[in-house]
């Protein structure tokens, strides 16, 4: 006899974790599935399907659907159950300023600063990014793409810089992919290079714009989506209103 496919087929099962880290396996499970959009926002939760698929009970995953509330992911509604939390622009302009301020400056600070293997590990990591745009492998694009910044933050040794960072990220990933296309990819690579470009030639001024012109770039498509997507945003529909309410400080 034939079992009907769980609906959650995406969803990595466990070996066997122990008992306290069940929780943060669900936690972490979910949390990748709804930042790669395999839950897309706006999507009703089915917590016994999960505790099919995951062979759990049903308190971690309760668990973890109140930690992934607590970070914006979940909306759980008394006696309605649970939601993937549809993105907020509003949320998103207010993560990519921090972004835009901080990974510029990381930029001007690690120019002409660095470790003696920053750009050889640039460079490598360019490579990866063009083989997955030649492939238009976005997933693989995605992962590059976090570790290149990663690798700058990483060179400046600044933890607690690079630990805000981290807490803007899960939110900001969800919208980020949202964008991603061949040719977005391709946009991405070319200003990843910029960025390069100017760390190795020892001008912080240039690489330090050019990383600003990306992410600049990556919120000017952003709000163009949401506007034309406003079903997936919390307030999309303000959004289409005022397009004043979009604001965001480019240059």
């Given at each position: 006899?034939k079992?009907?496919?769980s609906?959650y087929?995406f969803l ?5 974790p122990?008992?306290g880290n069940?929780t943060?396996f669900?936690t972490d499970?979910?949390r990748q599935a709804?930042?790669s ?6 999507e009703?939760i089915?917590k016994g399907a999960?505790?099919?698929r995951l ?8 668990e973890?659907?109140?930690?992934l509330?607590?970070e914006g992911?979940v909306?759980i ?6 939601t ?12 990519m300023?921090?972004?835009k ?8 600070v ?5 470790s003696p293997e920053l750009i050889?590990?640039l460079?490598?990591?360019?490579s990866y ?8 492998d976005?997933?693989?694009f995605h ?7 990663d690798?700058?933050f990483g060179d ?8 805000v960072?981290e807490?803007?990220?899960a939110?900001l990933?969800?919208?980020?992919r ?11 690579l070319?200003?990843?290079q910029k ?7 020892g001008?912080?001024?240039v690489?330090?714009?050019?990383m600003?012109?990306?992410i600049?770039?990556v ?5 163009a989506?949401?506007?034309e997507h ?5 307030d999309?529909?303000?959004?289409r209103?005022d397009p004043a309410?979009s ?5």
């Amino acid at each position: 006899m034939k079992t009907e496919a769980s609906p959650y087929s995406f969803l990595s099962t466990p070996a066997t974790p122990t008992r306290g880290n069940v929780t943060v396996f669900v936690t972490d499970t979910l949390r990748q599935a709804i930042v790669s959009l395999d839950l897309q926002p706006g999507e009703v939760i089915d917590k016994g399907a999960i505790c099919e698929r995951l062979g759990v009970s049903r308190f971690p995953v309760s668990e973890a659907l109140a930690r992934l509330q607590a970070e914006g992911l979940v909306d759980i509604l008394p006696q309605r159950g649970s939601t993937v939390s549809l993105v907020r622009i509003a949320d998103v302009l207010e993560y990519m300023l921090i972004r835009k301020a901080l990974e510029a400056e990381a930029v001007r600070v690690v120019t002409g600063n660095h470790s003696p293997e920053l750009i050889d590990t640039l460079q490598r990591n360019m490579s990866y990014q063009r083989a997955a745009v030649e492939i238009d492998d976005q997933n693989g694009f995605h992962e590059r793409d976090l570790e290149f910044h990663d690798i700058i933050f990483g060179d400046m040794r600044f933890t607690k810089v690079k630990g805000v960072i981290e807490n803007t990220r899960a939110n900001l990933d969800r919208a980020r992919r949202l964008i991603l296309t061949p040719r977005r990819l391709s946009v991405t690579l070319a200003e990843h290079q910029k960025v390069l470009d100017g760390i190795t030639a020892g001008d912080a001024a240039v690489a330090s714009a050019a990383m600003r012109a990306h992410i600049d770039s990556v919120m000017a498509e952003l709000i163009a989506f949401a506007v034309e997507h406003a079903e997936l945003f919390a307030d999309g529909q303000l959004l289409r209103e005022d397009p004043a309410y979009s604001a965001f400080p480019f240059g």
